[in-house]
């Protein structure tokens, strides 16, 4: 099946650097990534949509000088949280939308197991 | 904007307890929705999906019945088992593929042999 990997699994950082997540997906080609992030007992929120060798389109309210996406290949997106402070200690998640298999998920997203930051 | 709302957990059942967690949605026009589970240190993954108004989708014996008159798309399960502990999140889509998705908070199942 479509496995989407990211990397770190989670990060520690101080406040003032800056951090950057890998998501790949491994075994299938993906032009559209999105980013989600959730809050501990809150739901996952979109910050943006990543389209490979194009802008990324960012959520109201995400500051995208904040949040620097960069999808630079069919199965790998990066997210950077440029100087980090300790209100952007959170938990981000990828997906990677199948457009390719032909299957009961064709044309949904895939998720990674999403990456844990804390900021002190 | 959109909304996903379901009940709040942790929801506590016995071993062959028949399930059902709500979700309600608010959505400016026609959307897709879904259910996904989240198994301890897993990613999420799509559990069924219907994309239209009376569609039923059905997944490992759970089912859910878009009901467009009540904005509901309620996740059932006849018989659960141990193995189905995970959260659950409904969710919806406004548009095709490329769009992303809202999510309701999840709901935290454990089900006790």
């Known amino acids: 099946g479509a496995v989407v990997s990211q990397h770190p699994s989670r990060v520690i950082c101080k406040s003032g650097t800056s951090v950057k997540i890998e998501c790949r997906s491994l075994?299938?080609?993906?032009?559209?990534m999105f980013w989600y992030r959730q809050f501990p007992k809150q739901s996952l929120m979109l910050m943006a949509t990543?389209?490979?060798?194009?802008?990324?389109?960012?959520e109201q309210g995400v500051e995208k000088d904040k949040f620097l996406i960069n999808h630079a290949s069919l199965t790998l997106s990066t997210l950077t949280v440029t100087s980090a402070h300790p209100e952007d200690s959170s938990f981000y998640i990828c997906?990677?939308?199948?457009?390719?298999?032909?299957?009961?998920?064709?044309?949904?997203?895939?998720f990674g197991p999403g990456t844990r930051l804390t900021v002190l | 904007g959109n909304s996903v709302t379901q009940m709040e957990g942790p929801v506590t059942l016995s071993e062959e307890a028949f399930l059902t967690i709500n979700c309600t949605y608010t959505?400016?026009?026609?959307?897709?929705l879904f259910w996904y589970v989240q198994y301890p240190g897993e990613g999420l993954q799509l559990l069924l999906k219907?994309?239209?108004?009376?569609d039923k989708g059905s997944n490992k014996g759970f089912e859910a019945t878009y009901r467009k008159e009540t904005t509901s798309f309620h996740l059932e399960k006849g018989s659960v088992q141990v193995s189905d502990s995970a959260v659950y999140f409904c969710?919806?889509?406004?548009?095709?593929?490329?769009?992303?998705?809202?999510f309701g908070k999840g709901t935290h199942l454990i089900i006790q042999p």
């Open positions: 997906s990677a939308r199948d457009q390719v298999i032909e299957t009961y998920s064709y044309n949904e997203q895939f």
């Open positions: 075994d299938f080609q993906a032009t559209t």
């Open positions: 990543s389209n490979e060798g194009s802008k990324a389109t960012y």
């Open positions: 959505a400016t026009g026609y959307p897709s």
């Open positions: 219907a994309t239209k108004a009376d």
């Open positions: 969710a919806l889509r406004e548009g095709g593929g490329a769009d992303g998705l809202t």
